[in-house]
């Protein structure tokens, strides 16, 4: 393969990672907006109000420290006792017990 033909691979590559990248982001925007609507009431302008408040702030966060590749609000959540990766692991967890269940074993 020539260096042509390598970078072409590469670039590639890199365009269907974004791609997928982007349908992931689409998919949690509408678990969390679908979360919101089924526990807590909000309709269609209460969602689209929390949607863009939720992008306005995460490109507040990522300016004020200058980062975007890492994630501030998580710094921000631990200062409050939030400790974002003991609920994942607990909602890993649940989805495990879950997924037995639904097969059968228990």
């Known amino acids: 393969m020539t260096k042509a033909q ?8 890199k365009r269907q ?10 998919a949690i925007d509408g678990a969390m907006l679908w979360t ?7 309709g269609k302008k209460r969602l ?4 863009f408040n939720f992008i306005e702030n995460y490109f507040e966060m ?10 501030p609000q998580r710094v921000k959540l631990e200062r409050i006792g939030v400790d974002l990766d003991a609920w994942e692991d607990e909602a890993t967890r649940m989805l495990k017990e879950r997924e037995k269940q639904k097969n ?3």
Request: hydrophobic share 35%.
């Open 104 to 106: 059968g074993r228990f």
């Open 6 to 13: 390598s970078k072409a691979v590469d670039d590639e590559v």
């Open 36 to 42: 919101l609507r089924k526990t807590l009431g909000f």
């Open 17 to 26: 990672i974004l791609a997928r990248k982007e349908e992931f982001y689409t």
């Open 62 to 71: 990522c300016d004020a420290y200058e980062m975007t590749d890492t994630f």
């Open 48 to 51: 689209r109000r929390y949607f």
